[in-house]
């Protein structure tokens, strides 16, 4: 009766290299699946957010453009901004209108958001404070001065406090319908003129609820 | 008529051990191999990117960050283990599972996936308007660009280990482990999503329900798609133990984009109908299933013929009986049936760990390439004491 060998045939590790595979030292059979990966990281991390970045957005608002969010808040974004997020009323897309909105016209910069929330206005704009502050870490835009009162078109009162940061300036309101939270913010540049700082208080005034009884 | 002598089995195992790679040792380490630094940089960009996110988070949702991560390490854990379950034949290294995984928890995910994502998403509101990119955006992004990003790992994976990376169902077994490392970072990034929903208070209340839902949902996802994914890919390139089938390869990578652009557009297929959604969601997790079932038995049974190659030398030697290797080279019903016929009740018990200890013995000859070492003489040992019901020597 034949018996297997008492101890296991030699193999090299991988670390060998035949001599005839050998490429400046490294393995040239290696070479072609690690460019083929590479080739997709370039194409994924630079050729499609290249191409992104080189297509403008020409969704521009028109007046009597009405954006609407989750939770069946709406506000009416000025004309001839640009939508890059965000829906118009009346499209509700599959689920739910999205939670997020923002409009932009050359630095400026306008988002609302929307989310559950239990406490008032002035609440809101703590946790607000509290979780900006967690993330910025005393960097980029900061809340600064002391909140004062806003009140909306359709009688809604608010929060609001201005917000700095480099080369930035804005404001941070906030509003609460019912436990639906409301956060706008506005940025855009230091010098931004007094057109600006009505246009995005016109936004701002215009968040609503329809249904909601004023508070 | 030809007789098969115990020579020529002794042959046919080792064949099948050189072909299969069973048993072979991994190194990691490989500074001459160009797929080494590849992936130690890829893995390592997008293992910084990550630790950044929750660095920078922390402050703020340190709550949802901490249920997040405990959640799906256990999540993890118990996928490792099941994987561990089904694979009972020739089995990859540990090691090279924990590779895949970190690739597609980090590479895949952050330095591949997440860029070209929001590069279509953007560029779907562009073009056809932010409404449509809402209800299908996802579904004609992610099912490219996250299958590939993942499955690409495999291509590293086997310019790192071409000796242990032989069959489809190691394609089909790394890929369950590369999605599992994508699921595992993509649901801890969208627990925290979901923590800053409600303005950052309320994180454990707002982020719990995403955590159970990828959970239960994670089951017939990325794992799956990716196990199926990367089988094709086996099929696509063909190796040493697995000859090319293109066509088979093209569909079974063809199966999980489709699976994954089905899953991603629900919600606008149901068109806001809550039991239309719900309905869908079943029927697609019990399609998926299926198929990733039906997968797994095509794949599945080039080992176990690698595990009857390498165990009938045993079974002629008298180690192992006929019954004990058909068995340990079948599936779940042979080796069920196996056990219940033996009675009494102890008998089956005892069956149950014959049939471990000869896994034992296989894994031992694999380790050994079929040689006779002290290891593999005590594991045959260890077939006979407990087929003979005598006890462990003490502790």
């Given at each position: ?12 590790d991988e ?201 | ?19 299969s790679g069973w048993g072979r040792r991994f190194s990691f380490y ?9 992936y130690?940089?890829?893995v ?29 390490t256990?999540?993890a854990a118990l996928f490792w283990w099941f994987a561990q379950h089904i694979d009972h034949y020739a089995k990859l290294p540990a090691k090279l599972m924990v590779v895949a995984f970190l690739w597609g928890g ?47 790992g495999l291509?590293?994976l086997?310019?790192l280990a071409?000796r242990q990376v032989r069959?489809?169902f190691d394609g089909f077994i790394l890929g369950a482990f590369i999605g599992l490392g994508?699921?595992i ?38 794992i799956?798609?990716?196990a199926?994914?990367c ?72 080992e ?55 896994y034992s013995?296989a894994a031992e000859?694999a380790a ?28």
């Open positions: 009766m034949s018996a297997p060998a008492s101890a296991p045939r030699f193999e090299p670390r060998w290299v035949p001599a005839d595979q050998r490429l400046f030292g490294v393995d040239r059979r290696t070479i072609g699946p690690t460019l083929v990966v590479f080739a997709l990281v370039f194409v994924m991390s630079v050729v499609l957010p290249v191409i992104n970045a080189t297509v403008p957005y020409d969704d521009m608002v028109k007046a009597g453009d009405v954006l609407e969010l989750d939770g069946n808040v709406t506000f009416v974004p000025e004309a001839d901004w640009g939508i890059t997020s965000g829906v118009r009323a009346g499209h509700l897309p599959s689920g739910a209108y999205p939670s997020t909105a923002t409009v932009e016209q050359g630095a400026l910069k306008f988002t609302v958001r929307t989310g559950t929330f239990h406490g008032d206005a002035n609440q809101l704009l703590d946790q607000i404070e509290k979780t900006s502050e967690a993330l910025n870490r005393g960097r980029g835009v900061h809340l600064t001065g002391a909140p004062s009162s806003i009140v909306t078109d359709q009688g809604k009162r608010g929060a609001t406090v201005p917000v700095t940061g480099p080369h930035t300036t804005g404001v941070i309101a906030a509003f609460v319908f019912g436990d639906r939270g409301v956060e706008a913010v506005a940025t855009g540049p230091s010098d931004a003129g007094s057109q600006s700082t009505a246009a995005v208080l016109r936004m701002i005034r215009s968040i609503s609820q329809p249904g909601q009884d004023k508070q | 008529m030809t007789t098969t002598t115990l020579a020529d089995l002794d042959r046919a195992r080792d064949f099948a051990l050189d072909l490989q500074p001459r191999n160009c797929a080494f630094w590849g130690l940089a890829l390592g960009i997008g293992a910084l990117v990550f630790a950044a996110t929750l660095a920078q988070e922390y402050d703020a949702y340190g709550q949802a960050i901490g249920l997040a991560v405990t959640s799906f256990i999540y980090f590479a895949a995910t952050g330095v591949m996936a997440a860029n070209a994502n929001d590069a279509i998403l953007a560029l779907y509101s562009k073009t056809f308007g932010q409404v449509w990119a809402l209800n299908w955006g996802a579904g004609l992004a992610a099912p490219f660009t996250e299958e590939i990003a993942k499955g690409s291509l590293l086997i310019a071409p069959t489809a994508f699921q970072i993509e649901d801890i990034s969208y627990a925290l999503t979901s923590a800053g929903t409600q303005f950052g208070a309320n994180q454990i209340g707002a982020s719990i329900g995403t955590i159970l839902l990828r959970m239960v949902s994670g089951v017939a996802a990325h799956l798609y990716s199926i994914f089988a094709g890919v086996v099929y696509l390139l063909g190796r040493p133990a697995e000859p090319r089938k293109v066509w088979r390869g093209l569909l079974l990578v063809a199966i999980p984009m489709l699976l994954h652009g089905t899953w991603d557009s629900l919600d606008a297929v149901a068109g806001g109908n809550a039991l239309m959604l719900i309905g869908l969601l079943i029927a697609v997790i019990v399609i998926a299933l299926f198929i990733v079932a039906r997968v797994y038995r095509l794949t599945v049974q080039r176990r013929d690698f595990v009857r190659d390498v165990m009938a030398p045993e079974q002629a030697r008298n180690v192992i009986t006929a019954a004990e290797l058909d068995a340990i080279a079948g599936n779940r019903k042979a080796r069920k049936a196996y056990r219940k016929a033996s009675r009494p009740r102890v008998e089956r018990k005892r069956a149950r760990y014959v049939l471990n200890a000869a013995l000859l050994a390439r079929g040689a006779d070492t002290d290891r593999v003489r005590f594991a045959r040992a260890e077939v006979g004491r407990i087929r003979a019901g005598v006890p462990p020597p003490p502790r």
